[in-house]
């Protein structure tokens, strides 16, 4: 049974800083491309970032591009979203995803991702 478990999300002030991290099990997860997404209250499940199999390769949202890193520990089947300069706008509930069978690089779109967490809640404060 596949099980990627978030934690790390809390209440933060503006141009404040969390880590997210995704712990994974049940999968084979340096097979598996992954990324993170959010979904704020009233909208649409939106993509915030991608990372490659071996970590190689990025994608970011343009709303994440220079404030936020995606990075992975294939050696702790671990996913971390580093948030830095958080903004209010940031405020989401944060989801990380699985992409066992990837063959779109680094994709931004939600129907390639086969698994998904219960998320994580982040709020910012202005």
């Known amino acids: 049974q596949v099980q990627l478990v978030e934690s790390g999300g809390g209440l933060v002030q503006a141009e404040g800083s969390l880590r997210l991290s995704c712990a994974a099990s049940?999968?084979?997860?340096?097979?598996?491309?992954l990324g993170w997404f959010r979904q704020a209250p009233g909208k649409e499940r939106e993509f915030v970032a991608a990372?490659?199999?071996?970590?190689?390769?990025?994608n970011y949202a343009d709303s994440a591009q220079g404030r936020f890193t995606i990075s992975r520990d294939n050696a702790k089947n671990t996913l971390h979203l580093q948030m830095n300069s958080l903004k209010p706008e940031d405020t989401a509930r944060y989801y990380c995803a699985a992409d066992v069978f990837p063959i779109t690089a680094l994709s931004s779109s939600l129907v390639d991702y086969d698994y998904w967490g219960r998320g994580t809640q982040v709020t910012v404060s202005s």
């Open positions: 990372i490659s199999r071996n970590g190689g390769s990025t």
């Open positions: 049940g999968l084979t997860f340096s097979r598996s491309a």
